[in-house]
């Protein structure tokens, strides 16, 4: 049986170390190894004994993804992965002067079939576990030579509807004796799950949150956004006063810009009275075509 280590918190890897019969103390030894030092061969952890090596080797899974391909334009890189299942996910790298922001997957596919977004037309295939969330991260670390300043759940999938592994994943990011990035550099973005945003709320969860608005209507964030129909603009304003009660950062909305579909003057005017008042941020996000 092949377990998979990658994505494990530490206390739930120090249970699986006591259950096969090592000392408690081994956990914390393979996580740094696994967090910090991304290794993902065990006959490189050179202070475990040699029995443990080959018991790592042989029944565990370090390493959750295959880096399949990667393209550069200027300070661009997209990185395509393959998962165990031969499935395929991409990162984006992204270094503007002395930021270097990574965009991370949660899912293969994705179920909110937003109509500008390209994964949104491959349908929903599965939820990412922890540990293929976290290789994105590590092995982009270990490819691109600038420090990751910024990580942004926005790649492929709806983070929320794949809750417990992203906040584990975080969870891992933002640790300590992980890889140690303050929660003020990790961002989840949300096309607008509400029961999922008032349990990240509700939770105290204190990673930044970001929500794709994207319309100043209801009707033309229906045709954007199908999801609208079920949590519709004025609830997901709803939630900043709560949120930004706890976050001194405060709550973001991010707003994509579509020619001729919600860029008008007349949006502008919209956008800033929906938005008055609610101390929240507000990203602007040109529009990257997605072709046929």
């Known amino acids: 049986m092949n377990y998979i280590l990658k994505g494990m918190p530490l206390n739930k ?10 000392p408690k103390y081994r956990a914390q030894q393979i996580y740094k190894w696994m967090y910090q030092k991304s290794t993902i061969h065990a006959s490189k ?9 080959s018991f790592l080797e042989n029944n565990c899974i370090l390493n959750t993804l295959e880096l399949y391909k990667q393209n550069k334009t200027n300070e661009t890189i997209k990185f395509l992965f393959k998962t165990h299942s031969n499935d395929y996910i991409e990162s984006v790298s992204m270094i503007d002067g002395d930021r270097h922001t990574i965009c991370i997957s949660s899912q293969v596919g994705c179920a909110v079939d937003c109509d500008f977004c390209a994964t949104g037309k491959m ?17 982009i670390q270990n490819h691109v030579k600038k420090p990751i300043t910024n990580i942004v759940f926005m790649g492929m ?7 417990n592994h992203v906040i584990t994943a975080a969870d891992l990011m933002n640790d300590s004796n992980g890889l140690n990035f303050s929660y003020h550099r990790i961002t989840i973005s949300t096309a607008g799950i509400a029961n999922k945003i008032n349990q990240f709320i509700n939770d105290k969860i204190k990673y930044n949150l970001a929500i794709s608005l994207n319309a100043t209507d209801d009707e033309t964030r229906n045709q ?10 004025k609830k997901l304003i709803s939630f900043a006063s709560k949120y930004n009660a706890l976050h001194k950062t405060g709550l973001t909305f991010e707003y994509v810009l579509i020619d001729s579909i919600n860029d008008s003057d007349d949006d502008a005017i919209k956008l800033t009275e929906l938005l008055k008042n609610t101390h929240c941020k507000l990203n602007i996000i040109p529009f990257n075509e997605i072709g046929n």
């Open 224 to 233: 954007l956004m199908p999801i609208n129909k079920k949590w519709p603009i």
């Open 123 to 139: 349908g929903f295939k599965k939820n990412l576990n922890a540990g293929e969330i976290i290789d994105q991260l590590l092995i």
């Open 13 to 22: 890897l120090q249970d699986f170390v006591i259950n096969h019969g090592y």
């Open 45 to 53: 952890m050179h202070n475990l004994p040699m029995e443990l090596q």
């Open 157 to 163: 999938g709806e983070p929320f509807l794949n809750y």
